[in-house]
């Protein structure tokens, strides 16, 4: 196809899509706002206002209403190529479905976890499903360490393997209250009363407020 048609083909899919898109988002806030409401920690006023953020990433590469990988990775880290273990653990816990994509209503539910009037439970839950890396209903040694180093990578903080191993070997053994070589469920979420700091990263306090950051679609 010459590039001058191409462009213009190109031209007219994203019309299409624009249009299309904009029908099915109105169709989703107007059907779904009190449902999500009801389900998660945001009021009605805070799911409209979400719906701004959803929107502004859904339509950052391909506007079709969803969220791809590609967009996630985008968001999180203003480069939609950066492969990494962390986004793309937190990708596959946004897509519930498992589609391939990140709806209005996965985003929500998602997204309310991470509200800080979410119950610890929650939090040790979403937590326990990030370090299941290889999803066997246990966190092994092996995927703490995985886990540890893509977070490590993200920040600006250097430390030797020696250190790496001592900080991953402390924490697996303490988690591990049964002595089994792996951490369930139950043992995690006694491993994070014991310390909270390590569901921090679970909590947005901008959710608190996320009216005033995101107010185009609140009523009044």
């Keep these: 196809m010459p590039l ?3 462009q213009s083909f190109l031209v007219q899919m994203k019309s299409r899509l624009m249009s299309s898109c904009c029908v099915n988002h109105k169709l989703i806030r107007e059907k779904d706002k009190a449902l999500l409401a009801s389900q998660t920690y945001f009021s009605e006023d805070e799911v409209e206002a979400l719906f ?10 391909v506007d079709d209403g969803l969220i791809s990988k590609e967009e996630f990775q985008l968001g999180l880290f203003g480069n939609s190529r950066k492969q990494t273990l962390l986004a793309n ?3 596959q816990l946004f897509d519930s ?9 996965e985003f929500v539910r998602a997204l309310s976890v991470f509200h800080p009037k979410a119950a610890q439970t929650e ?27 893509a977070l490590l990578d993200e920040s600006d903080l250097i430390l030797t393997d020696e250190t790496v191993e001592a900080i991953v070997d402390k924490t697996f053994n303490e988690a591990d209250s049964k002595g089994d070589g792996k951490i369930d469920e139950e043992e995690w979420e006694h491993f994070t009363t014991q310390y909270p700091s390590l569901l921090q990263s679970v909590t947005l306090p901008y959710l608190l407020d996320v009216r005033t950051v995101y107010p185009s679609f609140t009523t009044v």
């Design 89 to 91: 653990r937190l990708f």
């Design 97 to 105: 479905k498992r589609d391939g994509a990140i709806d209005f209503q």
């Design 123 to 149: 939090k040790a839950a979403f937590s326990f499903q990030l370090y299941d890396i290889w999803e066997t209903g246990f966190i092994q040694r092996k995927e703490v360490k995985e886990l540890f180093l």
């Design 52 to 61: 701004e953020l959803f929107r502004k990433l859904s339509s950052s590469l």
């Design 4 to 6: 001058v048609s191409r």
